[in-house]
């Protein structure tokens, strides 16, 4: 049996995420299109323009005065029928490049493959922030989950980290009318399945939220073999390291003596893809401030929901302070919500795209000179 000792967030081999879990190629060239556009837009602010930043992430430097601080505001890059958020922060660094009083030094990132690729990765290993001096890091995201008009954001975990899991129950081949001599793994693989729906997750603290998926179940062809194999796997998000472990190493023990209840074995394999987004205090209560100034505390979430999603900003905040924040896209619906956890692809309806992107832009603007 495979139980690998749980390891920490310590390496951006961490942020790899399954291929397949978006279609890619279409996407893929829409990024790859778009990226000489927008770095030709960035050049005619007069800006400082780097290209093919971990893969075909763009960035533009504008630097005013001679202050020495630096921030950058990042915000993901999804092709010409992407999101909103990229034509938020180019609208910003138009403005900010114009009669906007401020000091120091903004890098806008326009990082790509958030969720499919490692982006956030690539600009790690090929030295983001020595390229890119940077003394706090931001991100803005429209969210359909909230009202369009508002904020939202916390200090601490505000995404979750994300984790897939594999297990293999090894039983023997037999036929049917003779299942009862030889190991069967499909009940062992029924039996896992409802331990890590159910008992794993009673041994939680109430309050160290958690969320297991089981997402494929895979066993034989014939309607009457027994096969000698099964298999499931799914994803695991958290919003922190302790109850990660506890439930890696729960899951584990369970596999194993799950099948060997009926008599089989078990593979454990369980890889951590990306560590939680954990928000810093201090950059929150400034993006707290920007906020309050551009739309009132009552249109302010201060304690907005967590999200049992990933997104590899989370690596930008391990290694410098920064904040992470949701733009309301609109009343949405369920679907809606859905649709933004689960495609690249997703836009806010057009009735609330116009205030998103007017309240963005305000919001970059006034947290760049509270800032600098």
Known sequence: MDTPNPQPFDSPSHARTPQSRYPSSELKLEIELAAPILADCLRKLGLD?????????????????RSEKAISLRTSMQGPSGSDDTEVLLRAATSLC?????????????????????????????????????????????WPALSAGTF????????????????????????????????????????????????????FVPDNSAL????????????????????????????DDDTLDCIEAQMSATAKHMAAAFGAEATFHFERLLPALVNHEQETL????????????????????????????SLFLMRRPGCFAFVGSGEASAQDATDLLTSPRFKPPPSAAHEVIGLGVAYWVELVKQIL
């Open 98 to 142: 114009q009669d906007v009083p401020f000091e120091g030094t903004v890098h806008f990132v326009f990082q790509t493959d958030q969720h499919t690729g490692g982006g956030a990765e690539r600009m790690m290993k090929e030295g983001f922030f020595d390229r890119f001096r940077t003394d706090a890091i931001f991100s803005l995201k429209s």
């Open 49 to 65: 323009v780097s290209e093919r930043v971990g893969g075909y992430g763009v960035v533009g430097t504008l630097k005013k005065g």
């Open 152 to 203: 939202g954001v916390r200090a601490g975990a505000l995404m979750a980290s994300s984790s897939v899991f594999n297990v293999a129950i090894h039983g023997e081949n037999a036929c049917h009318d003779v299942g009862h001599l030889n190991c069967d793994p499909v009940m062992a693989a029924v039996q896992l399945a409802q331990a890590f729906q159910t008992a794993i997750p009673r041994n």
């Open 286 to 313: 400034s993006a707290m401030r920007a906020m309050r100034n551009v739309v009132g505390s009552k249109s302010l979430h201060r304690y907005v929901d967590r999200v049992a999603a990933s997104d590899d900003f």
């Open 212 to 239: 297991i998926s089981l997402t494929k179940m895979h066993t034989g062809a014939a309607y009457n073999v027994i096969p000698q194999a099964a298999s499931l796997s799914g994803v695991v998000y958290t919003f």
